[in-house]
């Protein structure tokens, strides 16, 4: 058993049982298994999903899209961002 995406847990078994099922992105596989969607927002995971869907799906790995990023659903305000202790208080 090879785990593939570790924020996740999720094994290549499984993510090559979802591309036969039909999940031909790593949208898709995004949205139905959590991969890259972790702590480290896929950045260990990414384009090791991205060489298994080319290699299962039989096409050049250029060819894979790349997932779709998104902006945070709630704005955080940049004084959240700073590190000092007084920026914080106001």
Do not use: F, W
């Amino acid at each position: 058993m090879k785990i593939i995406c570790r924020c996740e847990d999720i094994t290549e078994e499984e993510i090559v049982q979802k591309i036969k099922e039909g999940y031909n992105t790593i949208d898709e596989l995004k949205r139905i298994l959590r991969v890259t969607m972790g702590l480290c927002q896929g950045k260990g995971c990414r384009r090791h999903i991205a060489r298994i869907l080319s290699r299962e799906l039989g096409v050049p790995i250029e060819k894979i899209k790349q997932p779709t990023y998104r902006p945070p659903t709630k704005p955080v305000p940049l004084k959240a961002c700073s590190s000092k202790a007084s920026d914080l208080e106001h």
